[in-house]
């Protein structure tokens, strides 16, 4: 069984972000010290990283699921919760990622190229960084976000300059194996090669890789042999190598008429538009008539010359197993992929692409829609929906935090001129997992202007200590109510108008 996967379905999820925390500092003889819960730290993030040293997207075929850590919740004492470990998972150079639909989300060349495939949730923030100067003992704290989870397909398409194509057993393996230092299976059974071998060729000063695709049938491109599991490695491929095995016996096979056929397969192909590839018709073409060393496929090879170069092809006579004509061969190969790197080695100054905000942008919208249950307004916007994942729903003030959030951004405003009125159902976030109430409009008399804002304590509100100077200009200040008693007092007594002891025993 091979161990070649080129195509998986990756499920991944990034880490959840830790939820922030709501603390009041205590210390002796310093009751109420003021909030000082810590944030939650970020979830880790899912990274897709090619990696040189691997080939294949087997491991993921056996172990398709994989989650990255969460990060850890806040704490009292200003302390932050740390963050979730990212996750890298190692592919191959040439890897596609697609989503579930088909969209192409990144193409993967280059050495060390990433892609974050799943980002992690944000971590809540404490009541510490709520605190504000209107706010300033908040009770409550925000959650931590979920992080993404996602289907993703991961598609491996062979990096290499020149494909060798053919029917099986045609001699591909072979030629692999003389032209560079790969060691591919070779065998006299069809279907012998049933992962695309990969070597490198050196010819003079140019150096270019060569694949040996798993040999095609008519009607591969439907999905017959193994020619639709194996065609995407050509799509990157600059030069593609007809290998027509001049000494079979199959009946109807002759060299023209393989020739028709995998052209037929290729012109039936379509690459990848998404990738920038071009149709396979406008690759160069080289035909190679093989097994040159028997002497009736020597003599059919010098029949056929003519008519295939006639097409406009070049045409090279070689023997992998002799190997007699191999060095014309590489050389012209190199002359191609040289031509070819020429044309397309496009130099272009990196652009810095600016897209600001628009005036009106609110980042939301609302939507009216008519459902079986009745009449609902959905609002839709990235920053509602992160409002509402962070809102404990448990807390009547994270609640009205929440209110007061939408009301500053212009969401009460947006619902009244969609039509909404008090009482109507309104629903944030996605369909899946959405929040639904039944709105009232927010009242500006109530509790609020008795109580004070929400995060308010009065203990909170009292003025700061008095200043040195402060506390001198009191004191003066009592010394000299102090004495000015005193003398009315003594007044008084000269007056006559407060008796003492003393003229009562005279009495």
Same mark, same amino acid.
């Given at each position: ?279 396979? *018709? ?6 190679? $008539? @093989?097994? !040159?060393? =028997?002497? %009736? &496929?020597?003599?059919? +090879?010098?029949? #056929? ?92 003030? *994270? ?6 959030? $939408? @009301?500053? !951004?212009? =969401?009460? %405003? &947006?619902?009244?001129? +969609?039509?909404? #009125? ?86």
């Amino acid at each position: 069984m091979a161990n070649f996967v080129d195509r998986v379905v990756l499920h991944v999820a990034a880490g959840d972000g830790g939820h922030g925390v709501a603390s009041v500092k205590r210390e002796k003889f310093k009751p109420l010290g003021g909030p000082d819960g810590g944030n939650g730290g970020r979830g880790g993030s899912v990274i897709l990283r090619v990696d040189p040293q691997s080939t294949t997207l087997l491991d993921y075929h056996h172990h398709p699921h994989r989650k990255a850590s969460n990060g850890k919740p806040g704490a009292g004492d200003e302390r932050n919760g740390a963050d979730g470990e990212d996750l890298v998972l190692p592919v191959p150079e040439g890897t596609v990622v697609k989503a579930a639909d088909g969209e192409v989300l990144a193409d993967l060349v280059g050495q060390h190229a990433e892609f974050v495939v799943a980002a992690g949730g944000r971590g809540g923030l404490g009541n510490k960084a709520l605190a504000s100067q209107r706010r300033k003992a908040p009770g409550f704290a925000l959650l931590g976000e979920p992080g993404e989870a996602l289907d993703v397909v991961l598609e491996l398409k062979s990096l290499a300059d020149v494909a060798l194509i053919g029917f099986p057993s045609a001699g591909k393996s072979s030629l692999v194996s003389v032209l560079s230092a790969a060691k591919p299976k070779i065998a006299d059974y069809p279907f012998t090669t049933l992962v695309p071998n990969l070597g490198v060729v050196v010819a003079g000063d140019e150096r270019f890789t060569i694949a040996d695709v798993p040999g095609l049938i008519p009607g591969a491109h439907q999905g017959k042999g193994l020619g639709l599991e194996f065609l995407r490695h050509v799509e990157r491929c600059s030069v593609l190598v007809h290998v027509i095995d001049c000494a079979t016996l199959e009946p109807g096979r002759d060299p023209m008429t393989d020739l028709d056929v995998i052209e037929e397969e290729l012109a039936q192909y379509v690459p990848d538009d998404s990738l920038g590839g071009r149709p396979l *018709a406008e690759r160069t073409r080289i035909v190679v $008539l @093989n097994k !040159a060393d =028997v002497p %009736e &496929a020597r003599e059919l +090879a010098e029949m #056929v010359r003519p008519d295939l170069e006639a097409r406009g092809v070049e045409v090279f006579v070689v023997s992998a197993v002799a190997r007699t004509g191999l060095k014309e061969l590489t050389y012209a190969l190199a002359r191609h992929v040289a031509a070819h790197r020429k044309e397309f080695e496009v130099v272009e100054a990196p652009r810095v692409v600016i897209r600001p905000k628009a005036v009106d942008d609110t980042g939301f919208r609302v939507v009216r829609e008519n459902t079986p249950d009745g009449e609902v307004f959905r609002i839709e916007g990235e920053r509602p929906t992160r409002w509402v994942r962070q809102t404990d729903f448990s807390n009547d003030e *994270a609640v009205g935090y929440l209110a007061d959030r $939408l @009301n500053r !951004a212009g =969401v009460e %405003e &947006a619902l009244f001129e +969609a039509g909404a #009125v008090a009482g109507a159902t309104v629903v944030i976030g996605p369909k899946d997992n959405a929040v639904v109430f039944d709105w009232e409009p927010t009242l500006s008399a109530g509790a609020e202007l008795l109580a004070g804002p929400r995060g308010t304590d009065l203990r909170l509100e009292e003025p700061s200590r008095p200043t040195r100077e402060q506390k001198r200009a009191d004191y003066a200040d009592r010394r000299a109510a102090r004495s000015a008693a005193r003398d009315e007092l003594a007044a008084e007594r000269r007056a006559g108008h407060w008796a003492t002891a003393h003229d009562d025993d005279d009495e």
